[in-house]
């Protein structure tokens, strides 16, 4: 029989996945099936070994094939890949977070290599991964010029609030909010293009719509005072860090994967602009299964002529947390945090703090989100190369999420 337990629970908790009744040494499989909201089916498996009471525990039990191996509780989780008769390079994220993510454990004779017919099942257990607690609320925001969600967690509060943002994907992405409003925080996820009535593209940003959204979560009776946090990856990123700079009513900002200068898209925040950096097509390179590598594309923020693209951070009154994946495809997001830390330190100021991660890449989303080396762009439509190591980056998200949260607390109260 196989037990996996709790058989429902939050989805950035591990879980613990026991076999008992097989015979001695006995070789099974061990797979892991989820489908997403649009029905695209993801799975995993695993090698593993009956030791001599014929039992077999994910926790301390090595996995010796498959998709991963080693001792790793959540490799199935984290290895979930789209299945071979799916379109390659989606990634599992869940679209809503009201409905758990069920995930099928099974347990399979012999040994079956990743993409074969695995043998005959021999137990099976379903789980289901909640992004949102009982009692934690999800508001849809039309405030002024503002649209998103907020995500308040079960209680009088007051909560720590925080703005959560994602990159150039756009539209709204609420499963890291909801997880945040689960564990305590009073969470606005916070679109700014692609969005209902926000600008279809990336072409120029206001700072004054941040700042609207920082005075709304500042101003709600659920959340404490007397400042808010940020967490964005990627571009979301890099505008947390522009919040922290200029907007008083951000204390604390955390930056996963950011870059230290403004890029793309102009920042306008009343008189002062911040141009964009550019990417250079001509700098993408393509491999042969066709992905994308755009890995240097990005205008250099080191050239002197690029100097007024630069955020400048040591106005930042506030507390910054810089997470970066040191194998991070997308851009050179560790010469960013370095030159971030150089740039604080000039200027007299220790408000930092850096978590880098080897073999880590670019996404770096809450535990045993599934590893994507390789996504499908939204933008360009085409696949992009995201960089990382399945295990490496497991652990990064892992260990990342605990200090996130740490981080936030201790500077939001």
Same mark, same amino acid.
């Given at each position: ?207 004054? @719509?941040? !700042?609207? *959204?920082? $005075?709304? #979560?500042?101003? +709600?009776? &659920? ?8 967490? =964005? ?102 010469? @960013?945090? !370095?030159? *971030?830390? $150089?740039? #604080?330190?000039? +200027?007299? &100021? ?8 080897? =073999? ?54």
């Amino acid at each position: 029989s196989l037990a996996v337990s709790p058989a429902a629970g939050p989805a950035d908790e591990p879980v613990e996945t026991r076999v008992v009744g097989l015979s001695p040494g006995q070789p099974v499989t061990l797979r892991a099936v989820a489908a997403d909201g649009s029905g695209c089916l993801f799975q995993s498996c695993a090698h593993y070994r009956a030791d001599s009471r014929g039992e077999l525990h994910l926790g301390t039990d090595a996995s010796h094939g498959g998709d991963y191996t080693g001792v790793e509780p959540m490799g199935l989780f984290w290895s979930l890949a789209p299945a071979g008769m799916e379109r390659p390079y989606q990634r599992l994220v869940p679209r809503s977070t009201g409905a758990p993510m069920k995930v099928e454990v099974l347990v399979h004779q012999d040994h079956s290599p990743p993409g074969a017919m695995p043998g005959p099942v021999v137990a099976k257990a379903e789980v289901e991964r909640w992004f949102t607690a009982p009692g934690v609320r999800r508001i849809r925001l039309k405030e002024g010029v503002v649209r998103g969600s907020l995500f308040l967690p079960p209680g009088d509060g007051p909560f720590p609030g925080v703005i959560d943002m994602y990159g150039d994907e756009g539209g709204l992405i609420e499963f890291r909010s909801s997880l945040l409003a689960t564990r305590g925080f009073a969470a606005l996820s916070l679109p700014y293009f692609d969005f209902e009535d926000l600008p279809k593209v990336m072409k120029e940003f206001k700072l004054e @719509y941040f !700042e609207e *959204a920082a $005075r709304f #979560l500042q101003r +709600h009776p &659920k959340v404490k005072g007397p400042g808010v946090g940020v967490i =964005g990856t990627g571009k979301g990123a890099e505008l947390a860090l522009s919040m922290v700079t200029f907007l008083q009513e951000v204390v604390a900002a955390v930056s996963i994967s950011g870059c230290s200068s403004n890029t793309v898209a102009d920042l306008h925040y009343g008189e002062m602009t911040l141009p964009g950096l550019r990417f250079d097509m001509n700098k993408v390179s393509v491999s042969d299964t066709g992905v994308f590598d755009i890995f240097e594309a990005l205008d250099d923020p080191t050239n002197p002529a690029n100097s007024p693209c630069i955020i400048p951070i040591e106005k930042a009154e506030g507390h910054l947390l810089l997470v970066v994946g040191e194998d991070d495809r997308i851009w050179k997001s560790s010469l @960013y945090a !370095e030159l *971030a830390i $150089r740039r #604080l330190r000039q +200027h007299g &100021k220790e408000n930092f703090e850096l978590l880098s991660y080897p =073999g880590a890449g670019h996404r770096i989303d809450p535990p045993s989100t599934p590893f994507c080396h390789v996504a499908m762009d939204r933008v360009l439509g085409v696949p992009v190369l995201g960089g990382g190591e399945s295990k490496a980056h497991a652990h990064a998200q892992e260990h990342s999420w605990g200090k996130i949260q740490e981080f936030l607390r201790l500077h939001l109260g």
